[in-house]
């Protein structure tokens, strides 16, 4: 066991706070602020993706050759501190964290040398169209089909909850391309030049925070190139199962947590306690802010465990049980953060929470994030698996067969 | 002992249900919230016809002398069919009023409210939610016979569509002292008077308020420094009640869609009801449903008695926020990415629970003070 520490990172420390002291502007710092959901409002995100690829640090974990910055772990770590200090918003993980990865891995050299660098740069935004109406849970039952048309395909159908498809220009799907055998052959993966092509609608969907943040796409016989396809016709389950591992994986969730728990914090020594002090002294509230901080810190070393090459590396419950730690400790975290802000959470400022907004919160900047951040947050444990799913995969490992 | 409701109360139970299942549903009510912050005049004007405005003031003052138990039997329903119209923040400035010594424009704001003109508006939150009305900090100050209001109240539902507010506010004491706290009622157009308003994340519409040098006529008065704090309890109680009759009819109405969806919606070419992760889920939600409901009939009963200490509405203010959270959020995840739109009734429903938990004192503050003295 061994921790880099030391000159050399404090030297690369520097090295980052130079670039962020040059480059980090006051709208990006808002954006950062306002974040009430695992996905950071779209303009400023890709615009903070732009600035980093310049400096050829938008995808740190890619192979250099590609583009990746060949850090050690520490030094991604200080990189990801360094962001959170300041506030940053998150990077959003379809282009970097899916799509990318995945072409790399099994692209074709055309579709990487076509697509990689805008997926780098963040001049494209791809979507990820694999959910259907009667599709989540039981995904490999997907319906929208893909019909072959000499060198293209026509695809109709419908896919849902597909998030920032209102943003996107470039869309990743998975499509029916056979309805024999077992549900999972006959998926095809296929690659979406363009959200407006002909047949192609996208519909917004509001969510209980009051924003737009998923979409219906409706295809009505919209054509695709077959060289737009990735991997083997009806072999697209494969692709996908390969791409999970990139899902899944993910980053640490623990600076982004420490950052909002410290947000919490802060909050509840300011917070009336309606008792004639604040909550902050409670003792019963520091018994569970205690709890919570263990459970941030927990999870975040269970991820460097895995990192460093500990035993979770190896284990194939490893990203499941990531995945459901980690989204449940954000919702115990967004429950506090409601109850700290007490009645001052429900306003709905809807116009404040917009980047760039004339009109300032109600009171304070926590108060205003903290039940958008709450609701959004339910859905940590529904998306990429929901945790009922993510639980039985873990039993199924754990319990002898 | 009996814990059923009467013939009387079943059958306003009964029409009130009848009325809004044929007049406001889930679209409707939709609309009602988009157009107007959740208040509709027919629909206002129909609940009045219907009594339910007078039901909540004494005979005395033109009412129909309802009890608590009243209360509580029709705020159920409302819960259940996510009523966003203010009659619940409509009641405790109207009990305070009722209650009160109301001059000549007290009885006739009170007066038109029972005949289904404007709610009355109750000011006085003032941050984080006030579990305690003696922790009143708003000042008021004495002059000539006059009563002159300055500072804030927040969080006031209603105030836009009101004529009147009934403002609580102290003239001494520190916060958390019983004695030195008047209730008033105050023109909501008075000078001095400036709102803030907002929609609320439970489709109604809020109000900050900031009182400047608000002169109050002595009639207006409705308790002076002795009695501010009992009028408040007395507003506040049988609110309470009834805000917790709504929260467990919201529940009630979770539990029954929830188990409809999970019997409807198939993965993996079972019903998802089959799942014993979700099977268990909505079992926790029933059994929560019925600790609540539970808590809230013997409550109430208790109420309608005369012995229902502070503590006890405590005991089930906390109880039903807890159990209100943890239903609406089961709720949202038996229903996966659906729940978490604003489509369905069901958001609706969980962030009404969430508004009711944080109001008149947070789960938190009160479950502390059970605690901490037996
Ligand atoms: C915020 C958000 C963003 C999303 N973004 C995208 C996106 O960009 N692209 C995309 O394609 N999809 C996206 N999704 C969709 C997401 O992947 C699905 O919501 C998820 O797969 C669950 O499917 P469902 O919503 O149909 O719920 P269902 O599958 O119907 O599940 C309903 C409930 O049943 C439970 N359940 C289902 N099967 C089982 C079982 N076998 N055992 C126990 N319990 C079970 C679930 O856990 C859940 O509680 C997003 C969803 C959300 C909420």
Redesign the pocket.
């Given at each position: 066991m061994n921790l880099e520490m030391g000159e050399a990172l404090e030297a690369f420390r520097a090295e980052v706070i130079a670039f962020l002291d040059a480059n980090v502007t006051p709208d990006l710092v808002e954006a950062g602020a306002k974040t009430t959901?695992?996905?950071a409002p779209f303009e400023q995100a890709m615009r903070w993706q732009g600035i980093l690829a310049a400096r050829g640090w938008a995808a740190p974990n890619w192979p250099v050759e590609h583009g990746g910055a060949g850090w050690s772990a520490e030094q991604a770590d200080v990189f990801a501190q360094e962001c959170e200090r300041r506030g940053l918003p998150p990077l959003l993980p379809?282009n970097l964290k899916m799509i990318g990865p995945l072409l790399i891995d099994l692209g074709t050299p055309e579709q990487k040398a076509k697509y990689l660098p805008g997926i780098l740069s963040g001049e494209d935004f791809w979507?990820?169209?694999?959910?259907?109406?009667?599709?989540?849970?039981?995904?490999a039952s997907l319906r929208c089909m893909a019909v072959s048309d000499g060198d293209d395909y026509l695809i109709t159908g419908q896919?849902?909850?597909?998030?920032?498809?209102h943003h996107a220009n470039r869309m990743f799907?998975?499509v029916r391309t056979s309805t024999e055998g077992k549900k999972q052959q006959g998926i095809t993966f296929l690659l979406l030049d363009s959200m407006d092509l002909p047949g192609l609608t996208v519909k917004k969907t509001i969510?209980l925070d009051g924003f737009p943040?998923?979409c219906e796409v409706f295809f009505d016989a919209v054509r695709v190139p077959k060289a737009n396809r990735v991997g083997a016709e009806n072999d697209g389950w494969s692709v996908a199962k390969h791409l999970l591992k990139y899902e899944r994986g993910g980053g640490s969730p623990g600076p982004a947590l420490r950052r909002r728990l410290a947000a919490l914090r802060e909050a509840a020594a300011r917070a009336d306690d309606g008792m004639g002090g604040v909550i902050a002294d409670d003792p019963a509230f520091q018994e569970r802010l205690g709890m919570l901080e263990a459970d941030v810190i927990s999870v975040d070393y269970h991820f460097r465990h895995a990192r460093g090459g500990g035993e979770p590396a190896h284990d194939p419950a490893y990203p499941s049980m990531m995945k459901t730690l980690s989204s449940e400790t954000s919702q115990a975290l967004s429950a506090m953060m409601i109850e700290v802000a007490g009645l001052e959470g429900l306003p709905r400022q809807l116009d404040a929470l917009a980047v760039g907004a004339n009109s300032g919160p109600l009171s304070d900047g926590f108060d205003m994030v903290a039940m958008p951040y709450y609701l959004?947050t339910?859905?940590?444990?529904?998306?990429?698996?929901?945790?009922?799913?993510q639980?039985?995969l873990i039993a199924r490992i754990v319990i002898p067969a | 002992m009996d814990l059923t409701f009467t013939d009387e109360q079943v059958m306003l139970r009964d029409s009130l249900g009848k009325y809004l299942e044929r007049n406001y549903d889930f679209e409707t009510r939709r609309a009602v919230v988009a157009a107007s912050g959740g208040h509709d005049p027919k629909i206002w004007a129909d609940l009045a016809e219907m009594g339910l405005m007078a039901l909540t003031l004494p005979e005395d003052r033109g009412g129909l002398g309802g009890s608590v138990v009243d209360l509580v039997a029709v705020a159920e329903v409302m819960g259940a069919k996510l009523l966003a119209e203010p009659w619940l923040p409509a009641l405790p400035g109207a009990l305070a009023l009722a209650h009160g010594g109301a001059g000549e424009g007290g009885a006739a704001a009170l007066a038109a409210f029972a005949e289904g003109g404007a709610p009355i508006a109750f000011a006085h939150e003032e941050g984080r939610a006030l579990a305690e009305p003696a922790r009143v900090a708003m000042t008021a100050t004495r002059k000539g016979g006059e009563l002159i209001l300055s500072g804030a109240k927040r969080y006031v539902v209603a105030a836009e569509i009101a004529t009147h507010l009934v403002v609580s506010a102290r003239v001494s004491g520190a916060p958390g002292a019983r004695a030195g706290i008047v209730v008033a009622l105050v023109a909501r157009d008075a000078p001095g008077v400036t709102l803030d308003a907002y929609d609320t994340v439970d489709g109604r519409r809020g109000a900050n308020i900031r009182f400047e040098a608000v002169r109050v006529p002595a009639a207006d008065v409705l308790a002076d420094e002795d009695a501010g704090c009992d009028l408040l309890n007395a507003a506040l109680a049988p609110t309470v009640l009834a805000l917790c009759a709504d929260a467990v009819g919201a529940m009630g109405a979770l539990v029954k869609i929830t188990a409809r969806y999970?019997a409807d919606?198939?993965?993996?070419g079972v019903p998802?009801g089959s799942?014993?992760?979700?099977r268990h889920?909505i079992a926790d939600m029933a059994m929560a449903h019925q600790k609540a409901r539970s808590t809230l009939i013997v409550t109430t009963a208790m109420a309608e008695a005369g012995a229902c200490a502070p503590r006890d509405l405590r005991l089930l203010k906390a109880q039903v926020g807890r159990m209100g959270r943890e239903v609406g959020e089961s709720a949202v995840?038996?229903?996966?990415?659906?729940?978490?739109t604003d489509e369905l009734s069901v958001g609706h429903y969980f962030k009404r629970l969430l508004a009711m938990d944080a109001i008149y004192g947070a789960g938190r503050l009160h479950f502390r003070a059970i605690g901490a003295a037996a």
């Open positions: 959901s695992v996905f379809h979507c990820q169209g694999y959910s259907e109406p009667n599709s989540g849970s039981d995904l896919k849902i909850w597909t998030t920032y498809a799907l998975l969510g943040e998923q959004n339910r859905a940590a444990s529904i998306y990429a698996g929901s945790n009922e799913i639980r039985d | 999970a919606r198939k993965q993996f998802i799942f014993q992760a979700l889920r995840q038996v229903h996966g990415g659906v729940g978490m």
